[in-house]
């Protein structure tokens, strides 16, 4: 069958394929040049529900219509689930619809990718303009990024309160904060909203001032669906818009789809794992077996269940009101943390679990921040219609499977500590567990994704990495991948904050990633 593209193909100096949170900050950020055109395109739409911005509905949001709402495979190491990962396709991302925490990471936890990449440009140091320049502190006399880094100290539950008080007696450092190089000790977590409302990668970078830019085009229900290759340029790229195909053509292509759509795209323009490509039906051009590889993701135990005492107040904010991160087995060590416990302000439970009335139970959360399992993800077919095969591969390690032990008995510990008693009635779940199996078996059904997929396009020095030190993916000339698929390892929390650095990095260091010839 011929295909018939549109007459009003498109051009630019800098196509940014993606309009999630690297892809937005990088639009905004490359159009502050009035020489340089720049187009977004983004599948999904301008953000317009309401419930967007309320920070306590952000779990109600998932399996909306602006959700691509993936599955995972079924996962030997939980109990066999399938698990929802949802993802924002919309302008602003999975920005639109994550828990809003922001924490940069503890520095050794870009160690590795300084060392993978062999460039201080992503080491802690490297990094920490781009945290400098893209946050706003909330410090008085001090002018800010656009992002909103709101403290939340003030508006903390009582139960949090009590939370934070159990682990400061177990040995655990009261911080101010998760993102001045220090995570292990408590602190409420610091959130991505100002004035009680949301701040999306959208509202921060996407000012009216930006968007009425002359250079600057935003292009919605845009599904990038493989890219034209000539000799080792993209040539232009295919996309089903709301009437049919367009070719878009750029100098510059700047992949910001994220962890997921980025290796499928990819991989549908023959770019990948030549046994993936193949058996999709898509003639392989470019053998890269590393892109869909190196998938990584965070689980959370949901959870250390207790019943209260006495009514338990709705949170003021979006429920999970501190994190606790700590060595495994001692609340007073110091350094990289191994694990972490949260304290959520609602009874948050697994489908596995009968889920306790509101107000009448909390949950301790708990999880490990540098997991060794590592999953892959596959197309199965040459469109984008076609299902992608995700496969993380949660706890297949037994590095994993002991800090989740640990990470529940630290859980367990905080949660019948004596700061809890004015809260706590009973433990709920897990209860008692007599054996290693049953300890295990709990953990299984315990567990939930913490929505922070990442590595499937992984940066690095050496010659399998897909993307190299100045994140152009390799083979390709003109095409650069600037999102959380490039990140070799995860961050020790959430992952938005190192994102958005990475992107802001690649932005001040653009002329250093000219094309090679």
Not at 5 to 30: E, H, P
Not at 211 to 226: D, P, Q
Request: proline share 7%; glycine share 10%; aromatic share 6%.
């Amino acid at each position: 069958m011929t295909e018939v593209f549109l007459a009003s193909d498109m051009n630019a100096d800098a196509l940014v394929i993606g309009g999630g949170s690297a892809g937005v900050l990088l639009a905004a950020r490359l159009s502050e040049d009035p020489t340089r055109s720049v187009l977004l395109i983004e599948a999904g739409d301008e953000a317009t529900d309401p419930d967007i911005w309320k920070p306590a509905a952000w779990p109600a949001l998932q399996g909306r219509s602006y959700d691509w709402d993936y599955k995972t495979e079924p996962q030997a190491g939980t109990a066999g689930r399938a698990h929802s990962w949802a993802r924002g396709r919309l302008v602003g991302g999975s920005s639109c619809l994550h828990a809003m925490g922001y924490m940069r990471g503890h520095p050794e936890d870009f160690a590795p990718w300084a060392e993978a990449s062999g460039s201080s440009r992503w080491s802690w140091k490297g990094l920490l303009p781009a945290f400098e320049a893209n946050e706003d502190r909330e410090t008085p006399g001090h002018k800010g990024g656009p992002l909103p880094v709101h403290r939340t100290d003030s508006e903390i539950s009582p139960l949090t309160h009590a939370f934070i008080a159990a682990g400061g007696a177990l040995g655990l450092p009261r911080l101010k904060g998760h993102n001045d190089g220090e995570m292990i000790g408590v602190t409420p977590n610091s959130l991505n909203i100002r004035d009680g409302r949301r701040v999306t990668v959208a509202d921060a970078w996407l000012t009216p001032e930006v968007r009425v830019r002359g250079n600057l085009r935003i292009l919605t229900g845009a599904l990038a669906r493989r890219f034209v290759l000539e000799a080792n340029r993209v040539h232009h790229l295919e996309v089903v818009g709301r009437d049919g195909l367009i070719r878009i053509s750029a100098d510059q292509v700047f992949l910001c789809a994220g962890s997921l759509e980025s290796p499928a795209l990819l991989m549908r323009s023959g770019i990948g794992p030549s046994e993936v490509i193949n058996a999709a039906g898509v003639k392989c051009l470019v053998d890269m077996p590393d892109i869909g590889r190196n998938l990584q993701d965070h689980l959370l135990g949901a959870g250390n269940v207790y019943s209260t005492r006495k009514p338990l107040p709705p949170s003021r904010l979006q429920h999970s009101e501190s994190m606790a991160y700590m060595r495994a087995g001692d609340f007073t060590g110091t350094g990289q943390p191994d694990i972490v416990v949260g304290c959520g302000v609602a009874p948050i439970v697994s489908e596995c679990f009968p889920q306790p009335e509101t107000g009448t139970a909390y949950s301790l959360l708990f999880g490990v921040t540098h997991p060794t399992s590592r999953g892959s993800l596959r197309i199965t077919g040459p469109e984008t219609g076609d299902r992608l095969s995700i496969d993380p591969a949660y706890l297949q390690t037994d590095y994993d499977r002991d800090m989740f032990r640990q990470a529940l008995e630290a859980a367990r510990t905080i949660g019948h500590a004596q700061e809890l008693t004015g809260w706590r009635d009973r433990e709920l779940y897990p209860g008692t567990l007599k054996t290693r199996a049953e300890i295990d078996d709990f953990i299984t059904k315990a567990v939930i994704t913490h929505h922070h997929p990442c590595g499937t396009c992984r940066m690095g020095n050496d010659d399998t990495a897909v993307v190299g030190p100045d994140l152009r993916l390799r083979s390709i000339d003109n095409l650069y991948v600037v999102d959380a698929s490039v990140l070799p390892s995860l961050t020790a929390g959430p992952i938005h904050a190192a994102v958005l650095a990475i992107a802001e990095t690649f932005v001040r260091t653009l002329a250093d990633c000219s094309p090679k010839n």
